[in-house]
């Protein structure tokens, strides 16, 4: 394929509309290698029980909508990115869960009484631990599934920039938790590769997640590195990290 050829079909896969988190459409074109642990069934053991229940960051609705069997009728979910929240709130609707707007780095007070929820999900979401510890009842327990601040830092190396989130480890939340009074019960971190079939793959990859890249990011101003990889042809892989977290809110000491 012709230089001018690929580089048009690069911009058009970087131009497609973005919809909820949903990667099941990349098929085998994206090879993620996988944790050792299940979210699903970490969520569902921490879902037992429980009467009341806020997914933070919900995406499309789509990893909550698998657990939907486990969930009580008092579900509500967050989400702060635009162009997902009509996504969420519409797939949601159906189950009778709304969707609250809310994003943790704008505004970190989270919009709900204290005490409100007896579980707290934040699946790849940033959240404010305090504000986590302030809603949850007595005795509640928060399960975070996180992506490490350093994950597919290959990108920094291609592109430039810095990490976006050098933060976001399993030490620093660790301790954060702590300090807002939670107790954590298990934490546990892993390092992955994920594999891309191609350059265009990468780059709608890219479109999703565009904390990845710098902010000036588009196929021409970075047609060199693209093409310089597409020619290389070597196997396009990124390193993942990923980290997951269950802590609960102490009950009242009796007096």
Request: charged share 25%; no cysteine.
């Amino acid at each position: 394929m012709e230089t001018a050829d690929l580089l048009d079909a690069w911009r058009a896969r970087h131009a497609e509309p973005t919809s909820g988190w949903d990667f099941s459409s990349f098929g085998d074109s994206i090879r993620p290698e996988e944790p050792p642990w299940s979210y699903d069934d970490l969520a569902r053991d921490a879902l037992a029980g429980a009467r009341s229940v806020l997914d933070l960051g919900t995406g499309g609705g789509e990893v909550l909508l698998g657990l939907a069997d486990a969930l009580p009728a008092d579900t509500v979910a967050t989400e702060g990115w635009p162009p997902n929240l009509p996504v969420a709130t519409a797939a949601l609707a159906a189950r009778g869960f709304p969707v609250a707007e809310y994003d943790a780095e704008a505004h970190p007070r989270l919009p709900f009484d204290d005490g409100r929820f007896d579980v707290v999900l934040a699946r790849h979401e940033a959240y404010v631990a305090s504000e986590v510890a302030r809603v949850l009842t007595p005795s509640g327990v928060f399960l975070t599934q996180q992506v490490d601040g350093r994950d597919l830092s290959e990108t920094v190396e291609l592109f430039g920039g810095t990490l976006r989130y050098p933060g976001v480890t399993l030490a620093h939340l660790r301790v954060e938790a702590g300090a807002a009074g939670l107790v954590v019960e298990a934490a546990r971190d892993w390092t992955g590769v994920l594999t891309f079939a191609d350059v265009a793959t990468l780059v709608s990859y890219l479109r999703m997640t565009p904390w990845q890249v710098p902010d000036d990011f588009t196929v021409e101003r970075y047609a060199d590195v693209l093409l310089a990889l597409h020619r290389s042809g070597e196997p396009l892989r990124f390193t993942q990290r990923r980290f997951v977290l269950r802590a609960r809110r102490p009950a009242p000491v009796p007096a």
